[in-house]
């Protein structure tokens, strides 16, 4: 996953527990300081808060971005000064798979159907469980305020098998289950959620190439796939009409496609890659004009200041896969990945 800030500022998590920066819009990356955690955790997503100078990263000390660890040893890290410093957030009697920044709360997702909620800052949560069938929890939380959000039910490590989404509308308090069509003959299993409003919801489904939005609420949700696709791994919204996914094409190069229409066709933008690059783009994330894909393939980082029209890969001197990228505002954006690595991009 992959957070911003602005169109010229970002972040990149990479490996060797390492956070590199970079001040030319991300052309060029340099390491900017040793993030104070465990270096064998595996990060997965990150979300950044409209402060912008606190940034929260979820990982395990196993795995990959299908949580083939299961439920072993799961992290919460988060920083509070820009990625200056950081410090693993302990939930009681949680482990924790997602994470989600929405107006002053912070929202988790963890191991057996467990939720939890911030509002100062992690030093108290309140929780609850949904229900989530054995081996199962949330492996996806989307949030658009401190009151809504919604939380997708996946295996671990996930296989294809039917999932489940909730929403709530009351801070956690109550959770509403969706309706969600099937993807060929079997419930979707989404992976990855973003939330643009209170009634506005985007996410995907790996295995099944398929793009899940709603925007009435939850009431009802319609399903999409984009041309030529071996599998879907990102996906970011900028309203409820325009969105991105991120993946792989049937021929293996990344795949970034962009829809203008709720979903109802597709552009598969070109990536900036050679066209023999092999590699999946495993999330994309920004503002409206200033967006970020990360992918498997030793760093990869490309990028687009023009609202995801274009695309141009930059070097992030990572020689590590990237899981996550996220941005509060257009100058700058956080990445995550293996071996506990964490980026961060500034741009002027």
Known sequence: MVAALSASQAWLLAGTTSILRTADGGTTWSESNKQASATGQWLRGVSVAPDGSTVWAVGSDYGAPD???????????????????????????????????????????????AVARSLDGG????????????????????????NVAWASIGAAPLNGAPGHIYR????????????????????????????????????????????????????SWSSSTPPSCAGLWGVFATSPTTAFASGQHQDQTPAIYQTTDGGAT???????????????????????????????????VTASSDGGLTWHPQRSHAAVGLWGVAAASPSTAWAVGERGAILRATRS
């Not at 992290?75 to 989600?100: C, K, Q």
């Not at 030093?123 to 401190?146: E, M, R, Y």
């Not at 092999?278 to 990360?294: D, I, K, M």
């Open 266 to 300: 597709w552009l598969d933008r070109p990536t900036g890659f050679a066209v023999d690059h092999n590699s999946v783009l495993f999330a994309v994330g920004g503002t409206e004009q200033a967006l970020w894909a990360v992918g498997a393939s030793d760093g990869d």
């Open 67 to 113: 949580f083939n660890h299961g439920t072993a040893g799961s992290y919460l890290l988060r920083s509070t000064d820009a990625g200056g410093t950081w410090s693993t957030v302990s939930i009681p009697n949680m482990l924790p798979w997602s994470v989600a920044t929405g107006g002053a709360a912070v929202w988790v997702g963890g191991a057996d159907g």
């Open 123 to 146: 030093a108290t949560w309140s929780s609850t469980k949904l229900d989530a069938p054995s081996g199962q929890g949330v492996v996806a939380i989307a949030a658009s305020s401190a």
């Open 168 to 219: 709530t509308i009351d801070g956690g308090q109550s959770w509403t289950p969706q309706r969600l069509p099937n993807v060929g003959s079997t419930q979707p299993s989404v992976m990855r959620m973003v939330a643009v409003s209170d009634s506005a919801a985007w996410g995907v489904d790996p295995y099944h190439c398929a793009v899940l939005r709603t925007a009435d609420g939850g009431a």
